[in-house]
């Protein structure tokens, strides 16, 4: 982006984090002229990287989809540490307890007022249907607060559908966690819904699901949202249509798996981290490559970059390939409660977990515990460091969520950033069997890796913390 539309675009940035900094109208030109050389140096080597795409390329075609506790998860981690010791990064594995699940055989189909197979996904961490399936008459409603508004007894012997179009993830996902769980409090004997996608060509999404101890746990599974559409349309015709659905999911012992923690040890502070996360893990259809395979090659390559380029900042930048994000998020809070101790040491948390769609910036998450001079400050050296990357087409910073592995870390009170990609091409195959490798723009993790690379970097030599340890009075400003 040519500086001048950069420089335009500066008080958006101050918009969207709500709070005025004291600040100049145009973003400071610190960081970008202090490090101008260093960021140079970094973009030259982004965009003639190979070997992020190549390392994405094996983990998707040697090892495809990995749901935690399946073997083929184990061996992309042990890969993974292998290839990062390769980068000369200092890499480890830590243990975490994690879920099981198999998906096993499933099919759907309508019996009546015609016969079609329908194209369905079982929902992750499903109960199973009996042996022989489950077939009832369906009845439809338009959302989850139209399911919600059914009384006790509504659905006895129904199957729900809850056919919700897309808006944005965060709005219409609630249907996939919790319409199992509304439908069984009403009667029903499992769930439909439709899937969580922008977009179909007639494909289901899968996704986690959460259960309630007071209630039945019944099956539940996403149909595409062009046969759910079907059978809405013959529900409101009057034409009660039902289905057979069968799922032979099966939950196992929990097991063992790992996060991967990697380390670019800073040659000043090497106690203070910049971490930067993403999940190794995936559903069990596709291969993972938006979701979160993309993110991992993207964070790994920016500390192996630096490496690479001799650019040791004064802070560590520690890598975590996360297990366990789908089902259960347990890398995340295993990590967070494994290094309790030094989470205060945690100057910020980044994680790319939203594909490979260019970055426009980052979402920043700083915690509500943080008081009114910490939180100032700290989006007084966000705005430096978005003046930086405006140049580079990545300067937009929006409050939001950075991220669900982070997550643990930043309600700790660690800042945390989301890298704000291109989502346009990543819902549409979002959780579905056509996640895969081809899929990836080589110009767009080239260029991903340059804005994740420079914001490392910037976080981790920047002579400021964003937030100051607790008991430690804040730094004084440059002025």
Known sequence: MPLLCARRLAPLVLLALGASVGLAADPPALLGDTHREALERIEAAAEADNAAYERLRELCDRFGHRLSGSAALESAIDWAVGELVEDGLDARKEPVTVTRWVRGAES????????????????????????????????????????????????????????????????????????????????????????????????????????????????????????????????????????????????????????????????????????????????????????????????????SLLKAQGLTPRRTVRVVLYTNEENGLAGGRAYAADHAAELENHVVAIESDTGNGRAAGMRVDLSASLDAAARQRAQGLLWELSGALLPYGAGLFTQGGAGADIWPLTSAGVPGLGVDHDTTEYWPIHHTEADTFEKIKLDDLRYNLGVISMTAYLLAEHPERLVSPVGAPPPRRRR
């Open 108 to 303: 759907a189909a309508m019996t009546h007022p015609r016969a079609q197979p329908l194209a369905v996904l079982g929902l992750g961490m499903s109960a199973p249907t009996p042996p022989g399936g489950v077939e009832a008459e369906v009845v439809a409603v338009g959302s989850l607060d139209d399911l919600r508004a059914l009384p006790p007894g509504a659905l006895d012997g129904k199957i729900i559908l809850v056919d919700q179009p897309f808006t944005d993830y965060s709005e219409t996902v609630p249907i996939r966690s919790q319409a199992a769980v509304e439908g069984a409090r009403r009667g029903a004997v499992a769930a439909l819904i439709r899937s969580v996608t922008s977009e179909s060509l007639n494909t289901p999404h899968t996704g986690a699901i959460r259960y309630a101890d007071d209630v039945k746990a019944i099956p539940a599974a996403a149909l595409s949202p062009e046969h759910a559409a079907l059978l809405h349309r013959l529900y409101d015709a009057g034409q009660r249509p039902r289905v057979r659905l069968s799922l032979a999911s099966e939950r196992l012992p929990d097991a063992t798996s790992y996060n991967v923690v990697a380390d670019l040890k800073g040659r000043e502070r090497p106690e203070e981290i910049v971490l930067l996360g993403c999940h190794l893990d995936s559903w069990d259809v596709g291969q993972g490559a938006q979701d979160d395979g993309a993110g991992c090659v993207l964070v790994w390559h920016a500390a």
